[in-house]
């Protein structure tokens, strides 16, 4: 970067040092939030390669996954290195996002200075780009880590390209390249950087002569376009592997649904919506379900307003060409995710203005740094009202942020602000099924198949909730359904194997488990099952190949640690078992089944008082947990407290009487 003015470099400094500050201050509590079942599965929780950490061959992978359909090996990548230096702990991950949010936003004041020589309004923009609640979404959700290590390298290769324009070289045109391939690697959106560079030649480079004729112009342009050709090579390159790969994927299926004509009248609408919340930004959410068709006056209205801008912002392109270059940025950069291809079932997200905003951002503070310039805006009143502004939107952004805590949360505000869908029912029922509120959970799943009744993710989540509460009909009838609906539904194969499993039909749950072991070979829970069934049935080096094949997969899973630790018990190695459940401990503190076999183990050794303790963990979460009641019973006989023990030995008897034993 260009050095700033002996007599700015403090004021540089400062800027540099609040913008860090108001990250922090909006995203700092976000290290207190937890996963969400939003895409933060896909991404970290229960992905077992990224799990596994940074690595040759999770590197390898990286490069070749279709997962997430689409090539962004950066971004997994940095998931993994989070994995390697901060395990499970969601706050690890919560902070690189911060990191590189706070980044990005010092990035692009450096580069607007540089690029345009403005202090203030390369200040104000990074400082929109900072705090703007619209951001929330790209900062506080651990999936989305791709916005913000993307947006980095944007922020970089603007930089970069400032450099190169005004030193020349060979070197620092590399970086620019160097930078972009970052980004395209950390997400395919930044696709339309050499376009933006393209507009930055006209303003604020003026590399094309602003004063000279439309044909002048015209014939820099070019050149300049030429210049540029690497770049657009790479640009193309990332959109067809993106295309390729969501072509693959089940993202395109719902884009049936809606005709070419519908998603053109849908964008449209979506450009003044995106507009209306930079200026406003109330009523946001994390999911917008597409209503399938807007009305003709929306559609109407919007384009006509759309063509009044771009109109303005071409006549005033020689005397304020800031309008057309932010304008052109804003529509141009939103090009690739305003779902002219449907992908998905949404019809806009908060996400996706993470980088176009910067183009509103930069036609407003350019905007009013021209009138207070013309003598048309006092600087001072200006300078107050932008504090006042830059302070609700940070109080704004703030409140934000808090929704997206947990899957409660943030899909119970969703509902609230009125953006009700099968989605936000089925997280928020997933969230109480963690915490065993299983008639709230019931509630939310109900709610989100009246919805959508051919919601795969709420039918197999009911069929699981319905399992765990031994109704053993109901969850085969949601599994199959769902199953029948998604053919190449490993979750759900593995959900059908573990019903059978809990009914005694051992063979038919080993078919399910198998076929969801085809469909994806590094299935975990798939390998655990098997585990189990092999243990039940005696074969135990059957059983601690397919453990030890699921722990090379993912060497923290608690629940195959926790089945490895019941095969060591049975053949009397108890110091390797209890080795193998303190470390499921370790990664999960409320595995039930762990705890429970602790207990075992420690009365197999005579820590009775140990075995105490584990058991009252154990009916702590769950209090008719019949097995933990038996263990306490037993520990506490051992230690004297007969009556005590009598107590919880009959409590036991009373629930194994009216209920099967499950564990």
């Known amino acids: 970067m260009m050095a700033p003015p002996q007599g700015q470099y403090r004021v540089v400094v400062a800027v540099c040092v609040l ?24 991404y970290v929780t229960d992905n077992p390669q990224v799990q596994a950490g940074l690595n040759l061959k999770s590197i390898g992978w990286a490069f070749v996954t279709e997962d997430a359909h689409y090539f962004h090996p950066l971004t997994w990548m940095s998931h993994m290195l989070d994995c390697t230096l901060y395990g499970m702990h969601p706050w690890g991950h919560h902070l690189t ?20 020589g403005a202090l203030w309004p390369s200040a104000a923009v990074a400082a929109l780009f900072a705090v703007h609640p619209l951001h929330v979404e790209s900062v506080a959700w651990i999936a989305e880590r791709k916005d913000v ?29 160097v930078a972009f391939v970052f980004g395209l690697t950390s997400k395919p959106m930044v696709v339309t950087l050499p376009f933006v560079l393209l507009l930055l030649d006209y303003w604020p480079l003026d590399r094309i002569n602003r004063t000279a004729s439309l044909g002048a112009m015209a014939r820099k342009s070019t050149r300049f376009a030429l210049e540029k050709i690497p770049l657009f090579l790479l640009a193309l390159a990332s959109g067809l592997s993106t295309l390729l790969m969501q072509a ?39 999911f917008y379900p597409h209503p399938l068709a807007r009305p003709i006056w929306q559609v109407a209205g919007a384009t006509l307003l759309l063509i009044a801008i771009t109109v303005f912002c071409l006549r005033q392109a020689r005397r304020n060409p800031y309008l057309m270059v932010g304008w052109l940025w804003y529509l141009g950069t939103l090009v690739p995710v305003i ?22 951002f930069i036609m407003a503070a350019w905007g009013v740094a021209d009138l207070v310039e013309r003598g048309r805006l006092p600087k001072r009143m ?9 302070g609700l939107l940070t109080l704004c952004a703030a409140v934000q942020a808090h929704y997206w805590h947990d899957d409660e949360t943030l899909f119970g505000h969703a509902i609230a602000v009125g953006h009700e869908s099968s989605l936000a029912y089925n997280n928020r029922g997933l969230r109480a099924m963690e915490e065993r509120r299983y008639e709230d959970a019931r509630v939310n799943l109900t709610k989100a198949l009246n919805l959508n009744p051919n919601d795969v993710h709420a039918l197999a989540n009911l069929g699981k909730l319905d399992m765990d509460q031994g109704r ?3 969850a085969e009838s949601c599994l199959k359904k769902a199953l029948d609906l998604k053919v190449d539904g490993f979750k759900v194969l593995t959900n059908l194997g573990v019903l059978a499993i809990r009914q005694g039909r051992k063979d038919q749950a080993r078919t399910y488990l198998n076929r969801a072991l085809d469909l994806n070979p590094a299935n975990v829970n798939a390998l655990t099952n098997l585990g189990i069934i092999a243990n039940n049935e005696g074969h135990f080096d059957e059983a601690k190949a397919c453990l030890t094949k699921a722990l090379a997969l993912q060497p923290g899973f608690s629940d195959a640690l926790g089945i ?40 197999a050794q005579n820590r009775y008082e140990e075995a105490q303790r584990y058991s009252r963990k154990a009916l702590a979460l769950d209090p008719q947990c019949v097995p933990a009641l038996r263990s306490l019973s037993i520990a506490l006989s051992e230690l004297g407290h007969q009556e005590e023990a009598d107590a919880f030995k009959k409590k036991a008897a009373e629930l194994n009487a009216a209920t099967p034993v499950r564990r």
């Open 472 to 474: 053993y009909d109901e």
């Open 149 to 177: 290590l993307s947006a980095f390298f944007w922020m970089l290769s603007l930089g970069a390209y400032g450099l190169y324009v005004r030193r020349g070289g060979a070197v620092r045109y590399t970086l620019v390249m």
């Open 339 to 360: 779902e002219l291809v449907q992908a998905g079932e949404i019809s806009h997200a908060d996400r996706y203005t993470y980088l176009p905003s910067v183009g509103l």
């Open 564 to 603: 490895l630790a019941q095969v060591l018990m049975k053949e009397g190695d108890y110091e390797k078992g209890r080795a193998c459940l303190t470390r499921a401990l370790d990664q999960n503190p409320e595995n039930i089944s762990a705890l429970i076999d602790m207990a075992a183990c420690c009365i």
């Open 248 to 286: 693959r994927g089940p993202n395109l299926s719902f884009g049936d649904k809606v005709p070419y004509l519908t998603r053109c009248a849908n964008a449209a609408v979506v450009y003044v919506i995106y507009m209306a919340k930079t200026l406003w930004p109330s009523g946001l959410a994390a």
């Open 97 to 116: 996002n911060l990191l590189f949010h706070a980044a990005a936003s010092v990035l692009l004041f450096l580069a607007l200075r540089l690029l345009s």
């Open 19 to 42: 913008l860090m500050l108001a990250c922090v201050a909006i995203y700092g509590q976000t290290l207190a939030h937890g996963f969400l079942h939003f895409d933060d599965d896909l």
């Open 382 to 390: 200006v300078a107050a009202l932008s504090g006042i502004a830059l």
